[in-house]
């Protein structure tokens, strides 16, 4: 079976501040797929990042990085310099390559509130 | 095209109605998923159609009936709903292989509300 968790239900931090948002995962395949999806008030799912079980490099994107460590089953999202914008929800989620008949596993999420 | 549409973004039905939420994409994605989502919830994942044939049906109720009439479109025809399936449902697609998996692009959902 595999479970996402997030631990951190709401996070507020004042605007410019980094905020990092914990995810930590469990599977018994050595072939999965590790995701993070932004979900503003609008209710689209937004996808920010993919990283496939074999490639433990961390990533950076604009003011997104991401820290993949198979050693401790985590997969956790920074955001830097935090704005307004970015206060939505976020999921992370799990699943194992199997074209047509995966699930994708979600975290319950982390509710975001950046305050001016 | 890179993008899930869903009609219609807002949809109020008694529960002696019948409707139809539509999804539609033109990437040429192979693999559609409709999900439910409730409130403060992440989402659940209902039914998964690979190539136009229901692969995956998560022992979801009779009242919801999933339909892909062709690889860009998928509908889910609701009868007799219950106040309790008051939801978000979003719609999503992928491609991939039995190795690879690209992503899902999720579409930004129809908000139903039985009265």
């Known amino acids: 079976a595999q479970k996402v968790t997030q631990a951190q239900t709401e996070i507020s931090v004042v605007e410019k501040e980094d905020v990092t948002l914990d995810c930590v995962y469990e599977?018994?395949?050595?072939?999965?797929?590790l995701f993070w999806y932004k979900q503003p008030p609008s209710g689209e799912l937004v996808f920010l990042i993919r990283?496939?079980?074999?490639?433990?490099q961390n990533e950076i994107s604009g003011r997104y990085s991401w820290n993949f460590q198979k050693s401790t089953s985590s997969f956790n999202f920074t955001i830097t310099a935090s704005q307004v914008v970015d206060s939505a929800v976020y999921f992370c989620?799990?699943?194992?390559?199997?074209?047509?008949?995966?699930?994708?596993?979600f975290g319950t999420g982390t509710r975001l509130t950046i305050i001016p | 095209d890179t993008e899930v549409t869903q009609t219609p973004k807002h949809l109020v039905m008694g529960m002696t109605n019948k409707k139809s939420l539509k999804c539609e994409q033109h990437?040429?994605?192979?693999?559609m998923y409709w999900y439910k989502q409730k409130a403060k919830k992440p989402p659940e994942l209902m039914f998964v159609?690979?190539?136009?044939?229901?692969?995956i049906n998560e022992s979801v109720p009779s009242r919801f009936s999933p339909e892909c009439p062709n690889s860009s479109l998928l509908n889910l025809h609701l009868h007799a709903l219950q106040p309790e399936d008051s939801a978000l449902y979003l719609c999503?697609?992928?491609?991939?292989?039995?190795?690879?998996?690209?992503?899902?692009?999720f579409g930004s959902g129809t908000r139903l509300t039985v009265v």
């Open positions: 999503a697609s992928s491609q991939g292989d039995r190795v690879i998996n690209y992503g899902y692009t």
């Open positions: 599977t018994r395949d050595t072939t999965y797929y």
């Open positions: 990283r496939n079980s074999f490639d433990e």
């Open positions: 989620a799990l699943n194992t390559p199997n074209f047509g008949n995966e699930k994708l596993t």
């Open positions: 990437m040429g994605h192979r693999a």
């Open positions: 159609y690979s190539y136009e044939k229901l692969s």
